[in-house]
């Protein structure tokens, strides 16, 4: 973990008063930096983070001058705010009118699309580092993906499985999952491709106590991501069935916190799996709850930004960091790399 003295440096969670937000604004505390909790409503906010602990302040996307004075005397963003569809634009412009770097959280294709076409040249410009994607979908798959690429300088094909024990999704991910109708994209031929319909479906062999598990094709913004920094003919996403019944059934609960970190009992494992010929690489990781997990790899992303050496641009995380040193700094159950 990455770790700065109090005060070093001053960050925006904007949407704070999220359910993904107030883990990153935690982490950041726990690390030693001061968070700034931004958001749309300051009766949220105040809820969210009373006794004074961390400075709020309302901002809105609509309102770009809001945008401005909120980030006045910061040094970074984390965007926990979806959809970002709606969102991360308006933010990573108010970022670069700060001239400040930016951090997001977001799963969704053509959002972090948008973010690599528009802002690459701007950020670069500018010496500023902006990340979209670095959450639990995303930039987590793309860090394992790059790590057991490793010194390969392309692939036939790369899958990655994602399996959680169950999804209790928050309020947040269900009006993201209303609101985000584009087509989901996959590669194949090495270019971005639509899904097949009707999505494969593929059986996992995790590691117990997840064990084998019926898989379907649910890609998420790692294809976008990698396909920006990993030559590879195919790639392909596949979620846990159980998980993806989950969430499309309306009475599935949100997360409920079973300890004092707020963390839900939901598990996780995340595999990539990169075929060269006939050689096979593997990089997997195991651990708890994957909206609280979210917080410590945006945290350890924006404390190497600040500590120097990050290339300017819109990046993956893949190419802005040494992978398997990140994947180390992280708090998981359970880790192979091979």
Not at 112 to 122: C, I, K, L, S, W
Not at 177 to 202: E, K, M, S, Y
Not at 302 to 315: C, D, I, Y
Request: charge should be negative; aromatic fraction near 8%.
């Amino acid at each position: 973990m990455t770790k700065f003295e109090k005060n070093t440096h001053r960050v925006v969670v904007f949407g704070a008063a999220g359910h993904t937000g107030r883990f990153v604004v935690d982490e950041l505390l726990r690390r030693g930096l001061e968070p700034v909790a931004v958001g749309r409503r300051a009766e949220a906010l105040e809820a969210a983070f009373r006794g004074g602990r961390v400075e709020t302040r309302t901002a809105s996307v609509e309102d770009a001058g809001s945008l401005d004075l909120a980030f006045q005397g910061l040094a970074a963003v984390i965007n926990c705010a979806g959809p970002f569809l709606d969102t991360a634009e308006a933010v990573v412009s108010a970022a670069l009118r700060a001239g400040i770097h930016y951090i997001d959280v977001s799963a969704e294709q053509p959002s972090v699309q948008a973010v690599y076409d528009r802002f690459d040249g701007p950020a670069r410009t500018a010496g500023l580092v902006v990340l979209p994607a670095m959450g639990f979908y995303g930039g987590l798959s793309d860090l394992l993906a790059t790590v057991a690429m490793g010194d390969w300088g392309e692939a036939d094909d790369i899958r990655i499985g994602i399996g959680l024990d169950r999804w209790w999704p928050t309020e947040g991910t269900r009006i993201t999952g209303a609101r985000n109708t584009a087509p989901r994209q996959v590669i194949a031929g090495g270019q971005l491709a639509p899904l097949p319909n009707p999505a494969p479906r593929t059986l996992w062999a995790f590691p117990e106590p997840f064990g084998s598990q019926a898989m379907i094709g649910v890609p998420f913004s790692e294809v976008v991501v990698i396909a920006r920094h990993l030559k590879t003919g195919r790639l392909d996403t596949f979620l846990s069935e159980a998980a993806l019944k989950d969430i499309r059934d309306a009475a599935t609960p949100p997360p409920t916190a079973v300890d004092e970190r707020g963390l839900s009992a939901q598990r996780f494992v995340v595999e990539a799996i990169v075929r060269r010929g006939d050689q096979t690489r593997r990089a997997m990781v195991a651990g708890r709850d994957i909206y609280g997990f979210t917080a410590p790899l945006v945290c350890e992303a924006v404390g190497r930004v600040f500590a120097g050496g990050v290339a300017s641009g819109a990046l993956a995380p893949g190419e802005a960091f040494d992978a398997g040193d990140f994947l180390k700094a992280l708090p998981f159950d359970a880790s192979t790399f091979a």
